[in-house]
C-alpha cells in the first residue's frame, strides 16, 4: 500500500464518527478498487455504507470483500454484514457472521451479548441462554447484562422458578444501571407467588428506597402489606403541570433501533393521540438510535488516553468506561477531550462543574455508555443524533407539529439539544425537568407536551399506546 493510501485510511478511522461522508470519500478510492483494496479500509467503509448512508447492498459486497481471505480483525466488516443478514431475515447466518467474527478477535468479550442477541431473534433462546449463563458465570463485564437477559428469557417462556433466581441474582447487583424499578416490581413479585411475602416485603422496599418517585412499588407495599415504603425525595422533584401550564402524555413505541427508522414509527405510535399544536419530544437517545449513531463495544477500542482520562471520571457517568471516553474522542477529537480534561481538572480545583463538556462539546455530553442503554442497547456507545435541529424539522414536516429532541435524566433534568423554530426551549426545558418519559424501560421515548387549555380532555401522565418498548 502506497504512502497516500495509508494516510487515507488513518486519517478515516480518526473522523469516521463526527465527519462519515468525509471519511467515505478518503475511503471511496479502496472500495472502488475492490478486491485490490485495503481489508481495514474496506472493512470501515462497510460500516458506513450501512450506518450513514443506508446501502445494504454496497456495505455488503464492501464487508465480504474485507472478509475474504479469513486474515485480521475486520470487526466492522462482521458487524455490518451481521445486521444486513439480520435485517433481511437470515438470522442464522447473522450468527455465523457474529461466531466468524469472535473467533477472529478472542479478546473481545462484548460478541457474546451480540450473538445471544442475535440467537433469541433467530429463535434460538436455549442455546442463547446456555451462552448466557457462561457468561454470568465467568463475572464481569458480562454478569450483569447476561443475568438481565437470563432473567427475562425465563420469565418470557413461563419458568418462574427459574427467573426468580436470576432475578434475584441481578438485584443483588445493585446499585447498577441496569437494575431497574421494574426488575424489583417483578422479582418481588415472583417471591410473593413462590410463597415467600416477608421476601417480596424486602424486595419491594429496598426498592422503594432506591426510586422513591416509583408509584407501582408503594402501590404494591400499600395493597398486600399496608406499608408505603421508606421515605425519600427524588433529586429533581416532580413538576407540577398546572404550574408549568403543559400536560404531559409518555406515548409507547416499538423499540427503537437502526433497522426500525424513526419518521414512520413515531408517526404511526402517536398518530392516535398527537394534536396540531402539541410539540412532539423524542429522547436524543432514541433518535440517535434510529439514525445508526450507535456503536457495539465490540467495535471499539479504546486507547491509551481513553484508558488514562476515563480513571479520572468516577464510577457513573457516560465517560466512567474506556469505551465511552474512547467514544468522547472519536466523536469530538482528541485534542478537544485533552483540553477538556484540563478544564475539568480546573474545575474541581474551583469546585466548578461542567468543564469538561464546555470545552469538549455537546456532542461528548450527549454520549451514553453501557451504563445508560438498556438491552439489546445496553453493550454499545450510543452518541447524540446528528443535526438534531435538522431532525426535529424533518420529523415536523412528516407529523405535522412541533417537534424537539430532548435529552433528559433523574439526576441533571432537561435539556433542549434540537428543535423546530417555534418552539419555546426555556418553557419546554422546565417543562420536562423531571423526566417524564422515564429513565428505565419505561418504554416511552416519546412525550406529546400540550399547553393547558388546549384539548384539556386528554389523557395526561400515564403512558399511551399499546406497543411496549
Given amino acids: 500500500m502506497d504512502g497516500a493510501a495509508t494516510y487515507r485510511r488513518w486519517r478515516a478511522q480518526r473522523v469516521w464518527l463526527r465527519a462519515p461522508a468525509r471519511a467515505l470519500a478518503l475511503l471511496a478510492p479502496d472500495a472502488r478498487a475492490g478486491e485490490d483494496g485495503d481489508p481495514d479500509a474496506l472493512s470501515l467503509y462497510a460500516w458506513l455504507a450501512l450506518t450513514y448512508q443506508r446501502e445494504e447492498a454496497e456495505a455488503e459486497r464492501a464487508a465480504r470483500l474485507a472478509l475474504r481471505g479469513g486474515g485480521g480483525p475486520a470487526r466492522f466488516a462482521s458487524a455490518a454484514l451481521a445486521a444486513v443478514l439480520l435485517n433481511r431475515g437470515e438470522r442464522d447466518a447473522a450468527v455465523d457472521a457474529l461466531r466468524e467474527a469472535q473467533r477472529r478477535n478472542p479478546g473481545v468479550p462484548w460478541y457474546t451479548l451480540s450473538i445471544a442477541d442475535a440467537l433469541v431473534e433467530a429463535g434460538r433462546a436455549p442455546e442463547a441462554e446456555a451462552l448466557l449463563e457462561d457468561a454470568a458465570a465467568a463475572g464481569p463485564p458480562l454478569r450483569r447484562h447476561a443475568l438481565k437477559r437470563l432473567s427475562r428469557l425465563s420469565l418470557e417462556r413461563g419458568d418462574r422458578d427459574r427467573a426468580r433466581r436470576f432475578f434475584a441474582q441481578l438485584l443483588d447487583l445493585a446499585p447498577d444501571y441496569l437494575v431497574y424499578a421494574s426488575d424489583y416490581v417483578t422479582s418481588g413479585g415472583l417471591e410473593l407467588e413462590a410463597g415467600h411475602p416477608a421476601g417480596a416485603r424486602e424486595i419491594w422496599r429496598r426498592g422503594a428506597g432506591i426510586y422513591p418517585r416509583h408509584d407501582g412499588l408503594r402501590a404494591l407495599l400499600a395493597e398486600h402489606f ?8 427524588p433529586r429533581i422533584p416532580r413538576v407540577s403541570e398546572q404550574s408549568v401550564g403543559a400536560h404531559r402524555i409518555p406515548v409507547k413505541t416499538p423499540f427503537i433501533t437502526a433497522r426500525t427508522g424513526l419518521h414512520r414509527l413515531v408517526d404511526e405510535a402517536t398518530a392516535a393521540v398527537r394534536e396540531p399544536g402539541d410539540v412532539l419530544v423524542l429522547a436524543e437517545s432514541a433518535a440517535a438510535a434510529g439514525q445508526g449513531k450507535i456503536v457495539p463495544l465490540e467495535l471499539v477500542e479504546p486507547g491509551r488516553v481513553a484508558r488514562l482520562l476515563s480513571r479520572f471520571v468516577g464510577e457513573i457517568g457516560p465517560l466512567h468506561s474506556p469505551e465511552g471516553m474512547e467514544g468522547a474522542i472519536l466523536e469530538a477529537g ?3 477531550v485533552l483540553l477538556g480534561a484540563v478544564a475539568g481538572a480546573a474545575g474541581k480545583l474551583f469546585k466548578r462543574r461542567g468543564w469538561f463538556y464546555r470545552v469538549a462539546g ?3 455530553a450527549m454520549i451514553d455508555d453501557v451504563a445508560a442503554c438498556m438491552p439489546p442497547h445496553d453493550h454499545h456507545v450510543l452518541f ?3 443535526d438534531p435541529d435538522g431532525l426535529a424539522r424533518s420529523l415536523s414536516a412528516k407529523l405535522g ?3 424537539a429532541i430532548v435529552d433528559a435524566n433523574h439526576l441533571s433534568g432537561a435539556w433542549v439539544v434540537g428543535a423546530t423554530p417555534n418552539v ?3 418553557w419546554l426545558t422546565a417543562a420536562l425537568a423531571d423526566n417524564p418519559a422515564g429513565n ?3 418504554g416511552t421515548p416519546v412525550v406529546l407536551v400540550r399547553r393547558i387549555g388546549a384539548g384539556d380532555g386528554a389523557a395526561t401522565g400515564s403512558p ?6
Fill in 226 to 233: 399496608g406499608d408505603d415504603g421508606p421515605a425519600g425525595a
Fill in 440 to 442: 428505565e424501560d419505561e
Fill in 384 to 386: 447524540g443524533p446528528r
Fill in 464 to 469: 399511551v399506546g399499546a406497543a411496549a418498548q
Fill in 362 to 364: 455537546p456532542e461528548a
Fill in 401 to 403: 407539529c412541533e417537534v
Fill in 334 to 336: 482528541r485534542p478537544r
Fill in 424 to 426: 419555546d426551549r426555556r
